[in-house]
């Protein structure tokens, strides 16, 4: 038990101190969600990658198809050693790329840099969920805290009674005991509360790196959300996917442009025989004869295009279940603090006034009493817990549905 306790403690003092640490650069602040996922958007290393990203493919994009390298050479024909005789010539040579070729690796660039976008909105939406969800962790948590601070207080409430009451002699000392242990059980609970309301503090300051501790304000709020058949389509997760099946496609263009011509051209200038200068020149196509392996790299291409396809309809699939599975669950969480609000939170606030006073009159004994209060404890920690799983549903349904 002490060893375990250690435990916690050693634990607790290496949070406080990565707080301490993060915080040493500024003063602690409260901070809206709002301001929060600014923060975090503006800090995030991951959003600046694709930002580059997306730059990256927009230049590749604008740089269309690049030119194939000029040949520069020497060539000698005819050549005779005891005079002046044969046919020298210096050459330059340069291939040219149809049109249609460099337009279809132009669109293939250009698929890319959409790529990229959408995986920069990707990107967005997954750290809007994390911010959201450490947030709420934390309220959870300085809630929690609160909530294990009244059960002390509760318990020391009734160990002033008890010993009161033993000191007057109308009680013997197993309500002083029973009282003394709750305590204890009370400030174990209390320490693992504080301990985790720590841990949640630094966890939401590391996604704002910033140089402010930063805590959140108010509670977790109870504001259900209309729960409407939206359009799967601007979710980020299947437009990742379509923008992977549009580069596929761009591929299968660019794999048909390599069985396209090529004009080959180019220019001399000669010395033959005594006479300089001369001039030739020479233009032609390059034509691949052997289109085997190029056919087999457009089927291949295509292959892909169905492989995204599919990857396109198991992911709209996979996110018809998830949603409505979310949905569901915030349903069974809105109905539960429902009737913990309307039915058992007046019946335990009412019994948490009136049973110390019971107790303290002899209208009910010492287990009757903790009884009770364990019971108000329990209701009031179902309450939190069913409000904290409500929100982190909502910010999971937001999270698949794409808002």
């Known amino acids: 038990m002490k060893r375990r306790l250690l435990i916690k403690q050693l634990l607790l003092v290496i949070t406080l101190a990565g707080v301490i640490t993060g915080a040493s650069n500024g003063q602690s602040s409260t901070i809206g ?18 930002r580059l990203s997306v730059e990256q493919q927009t230049q590749l994009a604008g740089s269309g198809l690049p030119m194939q390298p000029a040949q ?8 005779n050693f005891d005079g002046q005789s044969g046919v020298q010539s210096l050459n330059i040579q340069q291939n040219f790329y149809l049109p249609k070729a460099a337009k279809a690796q132009r669109a293939y660039y250009k698929q890319g840099a959409a790529l990229a976008k959408r995986q ?8 809007k969920r994390q911010v959201e969800q450490a947030y709420y962790r934390l309220q959870y948590a300085k809630q929690e805290q609160a909530l294990a601070a009244e059960n002390v207080t509760l318990y020391n409430n009734f160990l002033e009674v008890a010993t009161a009451q033993l000191e007057s002699g109308e009680t013997g000392k197993i309500p002083q005991l029973a009282a003394r242990s709750r305590i204890g059980r009370a400030q174990l609970e209390q320490e693992h509360a504080d301990e985790k309301s720590q841990i949640a503090l630094t966890l939401f300051n590391k996604w704002l790196q910033s140089d402010t501790l930063y805590d959140v304000q108010g509670e977790l709020p109870l504001v259900p959300r209309t729960l409407v058949d939206t359009s799967l389509q601007s979710n980020p997760h299947l437009q990742v996917i ?3 099946k549009e580069l596929a496609e761009a591929r299968i263009e660019t794999q048909k442009a390599q069985l396209l011509p090529q004009i080959n051209s180019g220019l001399r200038l000669q010395s033959a025989f005594g006479d300089f200068p001369l001039f030739g020149y020479q233009i032609g196509l390059n034509v691949p004869l052997f289109r085997k392996a190029y056919n087999t790299r457009i089927e291949a291409a295509k292959v892909g295009v169905k492989a995204q396809e599919a990857a396109f309809n198991t992911e709209r699939q996979e996110l018809g279940r998830k949603i409505s599975e979310l949905r569901y669950r915030i349903k069974y969480q809105l109905h539960t603090l429902e009737y913990l609000q309307e039915e058992l939170r007046p019946v335990v606030d009412e019994q948490s006034e009136v049973n110390l006073q019971a107790y303290q ?7 009757e009493y903790l009884d009770s209060l364990e019971q108000v404890m329990e209701v009031k920690q179902q309450y939190l817990n069913a409000l904290y799983q409500f929100n982190a549903l909502q910010v999971e349904l937001d999270y698949w549905l794409g808002n």
């Not at 520069?72 to 050549?79: A, D, I, R």
């Not at 920069?120 to 750290?127: C, N």
């Open 33 to 50: 969600l709002e301001k929060a996922l600014g923060l975090a958007r503006a800090n995030y290393a991951g959003l600046e990658r694709d």
């Open 72 to 79: 520069l050479f020497f060539t000698g024909e005819e050549f």
């Open 120 to 127: 920069l909105s990707l990107t967005e939406q997954e750290l």
């Open 242 to 244: 379509q923008a992977q």
């Open 361 to 367: 009159e002899g209208e009910i004994g010492y287990l």
